[in-house]
């Protein structure tokens, strides 16, 4: 059983370029989570998804981001129009139930630089 | 909204030297916690968990952390620290729509 697989594991995008973000859960799971990483920071909430429905986008900015989880294939974070401020690691996570005490498995991350 | 905070940016122990890393929360209702650790390049690894039961929980690598609901913390501790522990420490809150929320990290250097 494959964990959470995030790609690609690094992308290079010029200012003003999109950015798509791809994580594919672990078998099984439903429920998938986009958290941002900047440097010296902790992890930061984006976006919380099940199969093809937004469960909470609280921490997505406004504009230029969006996500999705189709029914079928991986979950995409898409940034459009991509800014300096947007380098950072995205970290994917993903877990089997909507229960609280579930852990989330987490993929090994998307590292963005935006040049 | 629940929320984590993480006191310690960075600790420094020496190889052998026992570890607690401090975790408060805040939420109004029963707090699912969690502990992760991240090595340098590389996604999140649970540790441990509580969410009922014994306030003081085992994890894996010989780590462990107590839940004081009357101080609010979830601090993680382990008795004698290995220099492959070197690595961030991530406390979590699971919230009403499981929408976890994490601390900003604790950076640990073991040294020899």
């Known amino acids: 059983n494959a964990g959470v697989m995030q790609n690609p594991r690094h992308l290079v995008r010029r200012r003003g370029q999109e950015a798509r973000l791809r ?22 909430f984006m976006v919380y998804l099940q199969k093809e429905n937004i469960i909470d986008e609280s921490g997505m900015p406004k504009e230029r981001f969006s996500a999705e989880f189709p029914k079928e294939g991986p979950s995409i974070l898409r940034i459009q129009q991509v800014v300096r401020g947007d380098s950072a690691a995205y970290f994917c996570a993903s877990s089997p139930r909507a229960e609280r005490n579930t852990e989330a498995f987490f993929g090994q991350g998307t590292r963005l630089t935006v040049v | 909204a629940q929320s984590v905070t993480q006191p310690d940016i960075h600790i420094t122990v020496s190889e052998g030297a026992s570890l607690e890393l401090r975790c408060n929360y805040s939420y109004g209702a029963t707090p699912y916690l969690f502990w992760y650790v991240q090595s340098p390049g590389q996604g999140l690894q ?20 107590e839940f004081k ?28 729509n499981n929408d976890m929320r994490f601390g900003a990290g604790t950076r640990l250097t073991v040294k020899p």
């Open chain 1, 23 to 44: 994580c594919s859960p672990m078998k099984g799971h439903s429920h998938v989570y986009w958290y941002r990483q900047l440097p010296e920071e902790g992890l930061k």
């Open chain 2, 46 to 65: 649970l540790l441990l968990k509580y969410f009922s039961g014994d306030t003081l929980v085992q994890g894996i690598k010989g780590f462990e952390a």
């Open chain 2, 69 to 96: 609901r009357s101080q609010s913390s979830f601090n993680l501790r382990k008795p004698s620290v290995h220099w492959s522990d070197a690595a961030e420490y991530f406390c979590a809150v699971n919230g009403n």
